[in-house]
T-cell receptor
């Protein structure tokens, strides 16, 4: 079955810096790759997603890139702010019933 | 407001005492699922449901039951809880374009 690996497990940056979180997946049939942000005491919230027919997608300060050949995808956050501090999860899906998550990255943005 | 609700948010119980965690969504989604979140393991799927009366096992179904009698509700049942089921539980529903929405979580402690 699908396996998703996520790195790093923790990431500390200064406010204004960029942050990059990387994930690799194992199932070449995966075609949907969402990213979730989880703030303390809350459920994960979808922040951006990408499908296999697209290589890159941007939404303001957030972007996701996908390399299907290498089976990896990344989340890029530019101009980080303290409110970006949270746990971020990547996930991959090869069919509608199944969404496999990475183990999460704790991002800390220091003022 | 589109949302997934769970109750209770916090629960402390003893080994063997049956409990139910309720989940409800107001987005008319056909697909709903339950996850547990443990440190270092990310989100793991317990059960999912493609529609009313249609349920199936996820990756970690042992010790859990579910039912789907109505489209909006998807309760999680622990008939004989054990300490290894101490965890943070999330209910989720998914729309037709794969976008998934999570509830706020239920923190369960079994002593």
């Amino acid at each position: 079955g699908e396996n998703v690996e996520q790195h790093p497990s923790t990431l500390s940056v200064q406010e204004g810096d960029s942050a990059v979180i990387k994930c690799t997946y194992s199932d070449s049939a995966s075609n949907y790759f969402p990213w979730y942000k989880q703030e303390l005491g809350k459920g994960p919230q979808l922040i951006i997603d990408i499908r296999s027919n697209v290589g890159e997608k941007k939404d303001q300060r957030i972007a996701v890139t996908l390399n299907k050949t290498a089976k990896h995808f990344s989340l890029h956050i530019t101009e980080t702010q303290p409110e970006d501090s949270a746990v971020y999860f990547c996930a991959a899906s090869s069919h509608f019933q199944k969404l496999v998550f990475g183990t999460g990255t704790r991002l800390l943005v220091s003022p | 407001e589109a949302q997934v609700t769970q109750n209770p948010r916090y629960l402390i119980t003893v080994t063997g005492k049956k409990l139910t965690v309720t989940c409800s969504q107001n987005m008319n989604h056909e697909y709903m699922s339950w996850y547990r979140q443990d440190p270092g393991l990310g989100l793991r799927q317990i059960y999912y449901s493609m529609n009313v009366e249609v349920t199936d096992k996820g990756d970690v179904p042992e010790g859990y039951k579910v039912s789907r009698k109505e489209k909006r509700n998807f309760p999680l049942i622990l008939e004989s809880p054990s300490p290894n089921q101490t965890s943070l539980y999330f209910c989720a529903s998914r729309g037709p374009y794969y976008e998934q929405y999570f509830g706020p979580g239920t923190r369960l402690t079994v002593t």
